[in-house]
């Protein structure tokens, strides 16, 4: 559940700007707050809708309140990552992100009131700090009990000697997973040897040696020293009462002392790099990778937006020049960028995945001299113009969004200043083609890249890296503009929705029409065409499958470019068939959409490229464990023939079928099958729905499938109880799979109590009874879970459990699962459990109904099925109504632990050597 970041971040300054701001300070509200505010508080400045007020203890508080979701985001940022670990301590900083969910005195099953209270959670860890948050459904309760808990957990989480001995094994085992990933272990050996002394040389998850021996003493110090209010920022962001807040805020961070110690201070400086450097990692895999590091300055130097429109310019889909030069002439599979580090000087990071059995040097070499022929022709004016357009767009749906901003301003906090977030915004529109050109001539040279090989040279060129300014300087002419956006306050209630919904129907197409005032005039879209029958889409799954992924790279009028550049002047975000755009652009938008449905001309450069890219995309899951026992499991449980677009098939099969599809093919299915013979089209946000029906009207009206629709009835085959085992060498993390099939629709007067026993069993996250066991308890597992499936019309289902592991800890992982399942249906749930289980299903399922793309998706699945919210309405009451027996008797009478089918895969020597010293051991 908690994730460490690995070395490769995504910068913040790449092409993320936008308008210059007004100068206008947002000071209605907080200048009515600070005539109450509680004593020793302090107001300290106001952007755009957020402002910041400062405990005397020194913690910095930011307030967002936004009350067009019923939601509130609760986010903590420490000023702590994994630079700021010492030698033999690497990973303490991403180990202590995991011990704070452990416990306190006042709060020690932490996970449980998550659970119970229906709340989204989690934790990461950067290179330069931690966070912490909670997304949940407004209400007082809610925010004040989150607010306690981490001003609790701040100072008073346990941080014991027998926690960590399980979470060692849990963080250790996310770390084997990180190294089955050939793109994680290249990059952390990248990392390495890009620098001699900045601890941006270690990766956030840190050294196994490490992770393992760690000492308790020494991570109680690292959270002594920093989880303090002063080396905190907490934001509380979503419908709350400001002054309410505050107060609770005070009242349970305010009582925490302000700290006497001195946080230490970190003075290394990564030398001037003197020459190319080169890392050849040789490992079992199936696909291969270039990736070239060129030092970069701090986040805060001009250079680095520079250096991030270069990034966007040069590997962005589809009119990166690299993207061009390399990817649509075959040369490589796919280009891509990134970057590390921002509080001090990082790398830029260029790559490319190459086709195994292609020549990796070949790739390499072209890499370069896209590179180099990148800082001789200055960018054009066009692609300036698209960077600067989509970090418009970017910005803008961030902040119309509180649950996005709320964590998203963990990373700027990192940097010193959270305002930073608004500046960097508007500072992308004032760069140039010179200032490009002039950051990639002087990071982008051979000597500053970590790539090649030593050689001996009089006049090396090397790249000095300057100081960035103090954030005070880059502030210092900063003026900030008020926030416009605005929404309505919607009840998310299933009556609600139905009662403002207008539903009709125009043709073949069902109608759902949902008007409503969105913070930013934003509205949801969800599409739903259904075509042909079984008969006819035999053999056909994988032209299917062309067809639809490649719509939008041409039609007759845009090609793939031209398409991506009308979607991002339309402000869209997503698909075809569910995206999110604006009410001004929802017009242009619909219409394009039917468009590209209707004219998609099928590029034949674009189909190579998609077809290379399936291939190896494929080619490289060959020896990947979850990979390898999922097919066998879809292969075991196949109900349908051969040919047949459910069908499951072999690797082999898989390839060998791509192969033979031909360009021909997908024209073909596209001019025979699209159309409109059945859908469903949904509206969520801010529109008006009259004019919104006569675009849809001449968008879609008269544009019928040749392919009539007939449902496809789902099967279910009875199949033979198996064990299967595969072996997947030198990889670090193994997969258990099992499953059962059941025989069960939704509307089953089982179905409620059976989803309840699974959500308590393995559905609930960390604290559900399997992860309590394998990951909690006994700390074999990073993650995992049960999962529950069953039919909309037919009545076919399943019951399924999986979890990683150390190879050399399958058989343990596997004789626990078993022994939990057996003690479940044996003693069944309790009582607390059910309480427990019907708060947080049923909070979930409101927070649910509170995401517009959300609620667009769901009006087509019951437009499709015939029925409207008050489905979900009665379900909910059926959830809260349920008896303890009806659920114990569930799970009793539908999971059967000796029909279950297993599927485990793994490295088998590990597992074999950890067996033996077993046995070894105990003989002596």
């Known amino acids: 559940m908690h994730s460490a970041r690995s070395g490769i971040q995504l910068s913040l300054k790449p092409v993320l700007r936008a308008l210059v701001m007004s100068g206008v300070f947002l000071f209605t509200a907080p200048l009515a707050l600070a005539d109450s505010l509680p004593k020793g508080v302090s107001q300290v400045s106001s952007v755009e809708g957020i402002t910041e007020y400062r405990l005397p203890n020194g913690l910095r508080v930011l307030l967002m309140p936004d009350a067009t979701k019923p939601t509130v985001t609760v986010n903590i940022t420490y000023l702590v990552g994994s630079r700021h670990e010492n030698y033999g301590e690497t990973g303490m900083a991403h180990l202590l ?42 209400s007082d309760d809610n925010l004040k009990w989150a607010l306690e808990l981490e001003a609790d957990r701040m100072v008073n989480s346990f941080i014991a000697k027998k926690d960590l001995d399980t979470e060692m094994s849990v963080v250790r085992n996310e770390y084997e997973r990180g190294e089955n990933s050939p793109g ?72 925490i002392a302000k700290p006497t110690r001195s946080l230490p201070q970190f003075w290394t400086v990564e030398p001037t790099q003197d020459g190319e450097r080169s890392v050849v990692v040789r490992r079992k895999g199936d696909i291969q990778l270039v990736m070239i590091a060129y030092k970069v300055p701090a986040g805060l130097h001009n250079d680095r937006d520079a250096l991030g429109f270069a990034n966007s310019i040069l590997t962005a889909a589809p009119h990166g020049r690299l993207h061009k030069q390399l990817v649509e002439t075959g040369k490589v599979v796919q280009v891509f960028s990134s970057s590390l580090g921002q509080v001090e000087p990082g790398i830029n990071i260029i790559g490319a995945v190459v086709k195994k059995g292609e020549s990796l040097e070949a790739a390499r070499d072209a890499l370069l001299a896209g590179i180099e022929d990148f800082k001789n022709n200055p960018p054009t004016k066009d692609e300036l113009e698209r960077q600067k357009r989509d970090n418009a767009n970017y910005y803008e749906k961030l902040l119309n969004n509180h649950e996005s901003i709320g964590i998203s301003m963990s990373e700027y906090i990192a940097m010193g200043d959270w305002r930073y977030l608004f500046k960097d915004r508007d500072d992308g529109d004032n760069v140039s083609a010179e200032q490009v050109t002039t950051a990639a001539k002087r990071y982008l040279v051979r000597d500053n890249r970590t790539v090649g090989m030593f050689i001996p040279e009089d006049n090396p060129q090397r790249a000095e890296v300057p100081t960035a300014p103090s954030m005070a300087e880059v502030m210092k002419d900063f003026k900030p503009k008020a926030a416009t956006l605005t929404g309505e306050a919607f009840d998310p209630a299933p009556a609600n929705i139905d009662k403002r919904t207008q539903l009709s129907t125009m043709g073949n197409l069902q109608l759902a029409l949902l008007p409503k005032k969105t913070r930013g005039e934003t509205v949801n879209v969800s599409l739903s065409l259904h075509w042909g029958d079984e008969k006819s889409l035999f053999k056909k799954g994988t ?36 995206f999110q755009t604006t009410r001004a652009n929802l017009p242009a938008a619909l219409e ?14 674009e189909f190579k490229q998609a077809l290379e890219r399936t291939l190896v995309a494929l080619e490289s899951s060959r020896n990947e464990p979850n990979a390898v026992a999922s097919r066998a499991m879809g292969l075991h449980f196949n109900s349908y023939p051969k040919g047949d677009m459910r069908a499951a098939v072999t690797l082999d099969e898989a ?57 496809m009835v789902a099967k279910r085959s009875d199949v033979e109880v198996v064990r299967k085992t595969f072996n997947t060498p030198d990889k670090e993390s193994a997969i258990y799979l099992s499953r059962i099939n059941l025989t069960m629709r939704e509307d089953d007067a089982d179905y409620p109590a059976l989803r309840v026993a699974n959500y308590i069993f393995g559905g609930a996250g960390l604290n559900s009874r399997l992860l309590e066991r394998i990951r909690q308890k006994e ?46 249906l044996k003693d069944g749930f309790t009582a607390e459990e059910l309480a427990k289980a019907k708060s947080g299903m049923l ?71 950890a067996a033996t010293s077993t046995t070894t051991t105990t003989a002596k």
């Open 655 to 711: 390839l060998a079928e791509l192969r033979t599809v031909k360009l021909d093919d997908i024209k073909a299915f596209h001019k025979d099958f699209y159309g409109v013979s059945k859908g469903e089209l949904s509206i969520v946000g801010d529109f008006d729905v009259d004019s919104t029906k006569q675009v849809i009207s001449k968008a879609f009206d008269g544009w019928t499938s040749k392919a009539p629709y007939t449902r």
């Open 779 to 824: 700390g074999l597992s990073y993650g995992g879970g049960s999962g529950l499936s069953v039919g909309e019309i037919d009545p076919v289902g399943s019951f399924s459990i999986n979890a990683t592991a150390a190879p050399q800890n399958l058989e343990k992982l596997e004789a626990s699962i078993k022994d939990e399942l057996n003690r479940a």
């Open 97 to 138: 992100e995991h011990m704070l969910f452990k416990g306190t005195p006042n709060n020690p099953k932490i996970t449980e009131e998550f659970n119970k209270r229906g709340m989204r959670m989690n934790g990461t860890t950067s290179l330069d700090r931690t966070n912490y948050y909670e997304l949940f459904q407004s």
């Open 843 to 913: 909070q979930q399922r409101v927070q649910a109904r509170t995401n517009d793309g959300t609620l667009a998706a769901g009006w087509n699945g019951n437009l499709y099925l015939k029925r409207n919210w008050g489905w979900s309405q009665a379900m909910d009451d059926k959830i809260q109504a349920l008896p303890l027996q009806q659920v114990n008797d569930a799970f009793r009478r539908y999971i059967d632990p000796a029909k279950m089918s297993i599927f485990i895969a793994g490295d088998e020597a590990k597992a074999k050597a």
């Open 184 to 255: 994680g272990v290249l990059m952390k050996r990248l990392q390495s040897v890009a620098y001699d002394w900045h601890n941006y040389g270690n990766s956030t998850i840190g050294n196994r040696s490490d992770i393992e021996n760690v000492k308790i003493e020494n991570l109680q110090a690292f959270y002594r020293n920093y989880y303090q209010p002063d080396n905190a920022v907490l934001m509380v962001a979503g419908k709350f009462e400001q002054e309410k807040v505050l107060q609770w805020i005070n009242a349970s961070f305010g009582k």
């Open 543 to 578: 032209i299917s499958g062309f067809a639809g992924s490649l719509l939008t790279t041409g039609t007759s009028k845009y090609s793939r470019a031209q398409l991506s550049d009308e979607m991002s002047k339309l402000k869209m975000s997503g698909g075809l068939y569910s």
């Open 592 to 605: 394009l959409v039917a468009h590209v449905l209707k004219e998609a001309n099928y590029p034949e450069s």
